[in-house]
């Protein structure tokens, strides 16, 4: 039968403690100031002259005071020894070993601690920063986490001020800040600036007067405003790993993405200012990814298109400009370019008067519409999405907050049918766009989203 190994950890990262098998051991006052004494001498023998100085501090000198010390000292190492017994016997003398040293006056009996580094925090915490020292920087960064998971205080606090603690306390300290500096150092290497920035600020703090500190400090929040750029919002949704994502700019320059063009229901490509203006999304569309030719981007959608049923076709008497094919409001056309897609997705109608209409209805079916083919086709890329309505198809009863809540409230409610549409959802507003926008809105829709699930959550809109 296997038998399982007794524990025993003296712990001196903060206040001392001492277990045995994960249990509490209570020790007297002198008898604990006496370990610490031990533990400070880091594995060198102290002389029981030393011992008694440094723990009883006893001024005054009485007859036979020597033997004196020397049965007190032994008293308490006898105490300390029961107290590691408790793992099993013979623990005790393992760990409280006993010594001689020739003096000019004779053999003088010393005592010194022999514990592993699983059994003392301070020798396991060294252990780990010089093993992170030398590692990779993924590995270090779980090494220096696992070290400073043990730190629970200053070292030694029982000995505070005390010369015998000055020099482990301080090289403690120092090894402390090293890890601290090192963490910081491996998550920015690995682009982990998030993870970075709560220890560079607990480091400047602990160390107000350290320029070091405070410079490393600077750095990462300039690195961390440098990778944001024109972000304005950004949200994982808890438990699956999704990102909900504001961002100021150019929807044609999210290189990285799939893209989400609004469409009216005949899907007219030609930016001619009378059909399509070449200013809204849709005729820079031509312009930005298809080199200006308009039939490049018409073979994709026709391909697309044979998957659907068309509502009607218009006479040329009734619709003389413009095509004259209709499909029905959410129809969502996958169109490849280059490694991603372009989403052509048919929310609003175009009338016989070349007057693009939609609604709130129409853009919300639409938007429910829209997620399972990204779903489908996305190659599961992030997709990035314009303020879609609120352009030329005149959908004058929502706002900007509202337009952009129900992207958001339709994108999340998809996660619930299907948590892997996409990773990450980027909603693209521009400048104007912006400053009617109020993001404070979305980010608690996001919040509750969080607390009631992806499936959940109503906006109120349409």
């Known amino acids: 039968m296997q038998t399982r190994t007794p524990r025993i950890r003296v712990s001196v990262l903060g206040p001392l403690r001492l277990e ?25 023998a102290v002389t029981v002259r030393e011992l ?7 001024t005054v000198q009485l007859p036979h005071q020597d033997l004196r010390n020397r049965n007190e000292v032994q008293k308490r190492i006898l105490e300390l020894r029961r107290a590691f017994d408790l793992a099993g016997p013979g623990h005790g003398a393992r760990i409280v ?10 053999a003088e009996s010393t005592y010194r601690l022999d514990l592993a580094d699983g059994e003392l925090d301070s020798a396991e915490f060294a252990r780990l920063v010089r093993d992170a020292l030398r590692a990779a920087p993924a590995s270090a960064v779980r090494l220096l986490d696992d070290a400073l998971r043990l730190w629970c205080g200053r070292p030694l606090p029982e000995a505070q001020n005390e010369e015998f603690a000055t020099a482990p306390v301080r090289r403690l300290t120092r090894l402390r800040e090293t890890a601290l500096r090192e963490l910081v150092a491996g998550h920015t290497t690995l682009g982990r600036y998030d993870l970075a920035l709560p220890v560079a600020e607990q480091a400047a703090r602990e160390r107000p007067e350290d320029p070091e500190a405070a410079a490393t400090l600077a750095r990462l929040n300039a690195r961390l405003r440098e990778r944001h750029g024109a972000e304005l919002l950004r949200h994982t949704l808890r438990g699956l790993r999704v990102d909900v994502v504001v961002v ?44 200006g030719r308009h039939r490049l ?42 490694g991603r897609r372009v989403f052509a997705l048919a929310y609003s109608r175009l009338g016989n008067d070349l007057r693009a209409r939609s609604a709130p209805a129409d853009l919300r079916l639409s938007l429910e519409r829209l ?13 990035a999405i314009p303020l879609i309505g609120a352009g030329l198809s005149r959908l004058v009863e929502l706002d900007r907050t509202q337009l952009l809540l129900l992207v958001v409230e339709t994108f ?41 699930g992806p499936a959940l959550g109503p906006t109120g809109v349409g």
């Open 97 to 106: 070993r006993t010594g001689q040293l020739p003096t000019a006056r004779g």
């Open 248 to 291: 100021r700019g150019d929807l044609f320059d999210q290189e990285d993405a799939n893209l989400v063009v609004g469409f009216s229901d005949t899907f007219d490509t030609f930016a001619d200012d009378v059909v399509i203006s070449r200013e809204s999304v849709q005729g820079q569309l031509v312009d930005r990814l298809f080199e």
């Open 20 to 44: 045995v098998d994960g249990a509490p051991v209570r020790l007297t006052p002198l008898t604990a100031r006496l370990l610490v004494r031990l533990v400070a001498a880091e594995g060198e």
């Open 412 to 452: 999340t409610r998809s996660l619930g049918l299907d948590p892997a549409v996409c990773p990450e959802l980027r909603v693209v507003l521009r400048a104007g766009d912006l400053e009617r926008t109020d993001l404070s809105m979305v980010e608690s829709f996001l919040r509750g989203v969080d607390e009631r």
């Open 371 to 383: 997620w399972p083919a990204v779903a489908r086709h996305g190659l599961f890329k992030p997709v």
């Open 52 to 58: 008694y100085r440094d723990v009883w501090q006893q």
């Open 297 to 338: 981007l018409d073979d994709g959608l026709r391909r697309g298109l044979k998957e659907f049923v068309p509502l009607a076709t218009e006479s040329v008497r009734d619709k003389r400009r413009g095509r004259r094919t209709r499909y029905p409001i959410g129809t969502a056309v996958a169109v490849p370019v280059g």
